[in-house]
């Protein structure tokens, strides 16, 4: 079993929906969970982190954990093209004494016009 | 305050050149990790540093490639007698000290074996 797990997708969506992105991980001790967005060709970008059960929103985006399932989401809200990316999710994995920041594969997010 | 910086952006060798790839950490963050990344492929985990330390390698071949974050200076991820299968991007993160482990990241380098 892989430590993080994505769908590759792509996922497609309409502009104005909602795009949900799904992420499993492997390690019940981990403790913080972030959510990367990788414009094609760019660096990742930081756009959320949760650590504890329930949901955090910032704007459009809204990150849920549920850490007895091992779940942890991103819903976008009202996509717009530009938010077409891929997401990475990201968990700290307890590693031989200290914490090391393993990311899934991500899942490539396609919002249509 | 500077972002995490990386150069160069664009790196070409020839089959059994070495590379050296370079990173300076944001302001404070004394943690630095590489990871690689293929086309369309994931972010695949190479090597964790702190300050003069390596703290998880279990990433980076054990051969050919090396990294180092010294007191002073950059981190330094080394590439000796590359070849093509070496081709990727290349990512350098920085966290602050701490738990929770927020990464920032550089732009990368691009690198190219001919």
């Known amino acids: 079993q892989k430590e993080v797990e994505q769908n590759s997708g792509p996922l497609s969506v309409p502009e104005g929906a909602i795009a949900s992105l799904n992420c499993t991980y492997s390690?019940?001790?981990?403790?913080?969970f972030f959510w990367y967005r990788q414009y094609s060709g760019k660096s990742p970008e930081l756009i959320m982190f949760i650590y504890s059960n329930g949901d955090k929103e910032d704007g459009r985006f809204t990150a849920q954990l549920n850490k007895a399932s091992q779940y942890v989401s991103l819903l976008i809200r009202d996509s717009q093209p530009s938010d077409s990316a891929t997401y990475l999710c990201a968990v700290n994995i307890n590693s031989g004494g200290y914490q090391k920041v393993t990311f899934g594969t991500g899942t490539k997010l396609q919002v249509i016009p | 305050n500077a972002g995490v910086m990386q150069n160069p952006r664009h790196l070409v060798r020839r089959r059994g050149q070495e590379a050296r790839l370079r990173c300076s950490p944001m302001k404070g963050h004394s943690h630095v990790y590489w990871y690689r990344q293929l086309p369309e492929e994931g972010l695949k985990f190479m090597v964790y540093?702190?300050?003069?330390?390596?703290?998880?390698e279990s990433g980076m071949p054990k051969e050919r490639f090396s990294a180092e974050f010294p007191k002073e200076g950059p981190s330094i991820l080394r590439i000796q007698q590359v070849v093509r299968g070496d081709s990727a991007a290349y990512f350098c993160?920085?966290?602050?000290?701490?738990?929770?482990?927020?990464?920032?990241f550089g732009s990368g380098t691009q690198l190219s074996v001919l």
């Open positions: 540093l702190q300050k003069e330390n390596i703290i998880d």
């Open positions: 993160a920085s966290s602050p000290p701490g738990a929770l482990k927020k990464l920032f």
């Open positions: 390690d019940r001790g981990s403790q913080s």
